[in-house]
């Protein structure tokens, strides 16, 4: 059968550059589609440097200005991997020019860029994809399929924390190449919208809307030198932020994210307790879902570590056999895979720019929280 191409136009190769590459080469590998995935394209302001990444991830050709990238007739899907600020302009830019787009999280620098993304998308009409690749972990999807089977009751609590160590060190810079994180012009926020934005992304998803916030947020470290100006400015991120919140169907939930958090590298965790069942999962260990059934027989009840990885477990059947884990780059794969079946089945891929908003408009709840002290309504996306 003659396939759909999909050629990609990539902007920005460091950390998601090659997370998205990685994915783009091993989508059709292993999982058959009537699309054909294309790295057409890379985009980078340094030229000999996007040379070399198209040269090793397999890229045709490059471009050093995004916008030369966005008019080629022969780009169908425009990948944005760059810092938050880009995201806006470069989303707006291909919606534009008819191209699909799949564009790195938080969708926006706060809501209001996301509802103009979301509209610039709509009126374009074109298939569109935020990477919020956590939901596509094997064991991720099966708590999902858990939750909506029922089987945990009525939800009580959900909570998540995404917990770091690597800014603690004060003569840190911020600002610039590596470091446009501690940079709330380039990044929006600091913890909250980096990291919490994957644990609200998750929850939003396995859980509901969430309806109102009260939040705590903190900057440990209140000078840095800036890289790009060389004097020590204003810390304008947060450090860490702690928030609790009500959900839509009455469950109460708890999250904390801090780069403050010594020993910690990357610990996503979230649970989910109903009345009948119990959710635990975690990043270090991302393979493993841990379950507890009040169904089972009483002297033998007790938490469950389950191995996903089985033939039959969601994505796992179409990689190795079972036993053998997945990691990391498999859950951008498995983005892909939901964005070839979204334009496979016309209904589009999960999440999407609306999910993206939705995120965006808690994030904004929770860092207006943290600076009134006072509880703050979500904004809901119509
Ligand atoms: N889904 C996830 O788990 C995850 C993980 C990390 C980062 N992210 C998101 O991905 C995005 C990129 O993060 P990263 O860690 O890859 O950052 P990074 O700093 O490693 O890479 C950013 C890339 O963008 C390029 N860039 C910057 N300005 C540009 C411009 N004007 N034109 C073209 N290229 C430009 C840089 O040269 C670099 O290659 C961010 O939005 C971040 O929040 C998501």
Known sequence: MPKNQLRIGLIGYSFMGRAHSNAFHQVNHFFPSSYEVIPQAVCGRDEAKVKEFAARWGYKSVETDWRKMIARDDIDVIDIATPNNLHHEQAIAAAKAGKMILCEKP??????????MLKAIKKAGVANMVWYNYRRCPAVVLAK???DSGKLGRIYHYR???????TINADLPQGGTGLWRLDAKVA???VTGDLLAHCIDTALWLNGGIKDVTAMTETFVKERKHNLTGKVEKVSIDDACSFMCHFNNGSLGLFESTRYARGHKALYTFEINGANMSLKW???????LQI???SDESQERGWKSVHVSDGDHPYCGKWWVPGLQLGYEHSFVHAMVEFIQG???????KPDFKDGLATDYVVDAVLASGKSRKWQKVKQVK
């Open 107 to 116: 969708l926006g620098l706060n809501g209001k860029e996301a509802e103009e």
């Open 145 to 147: 399929n858990l939750i």
């Open 160 to 166: 998540a924390n995404f917990l770091q160590d690597w």
């Open 188 to 190: 929006g926020s600091g």
């Open 282 to 288: 975690d990043l270090h260990d991302l393979h493993r």
């Open 292 to 294: 507890f059934d009040y």
């Open 343 to 349: 334009l496979e089945s016309g209904k589009g891929a």
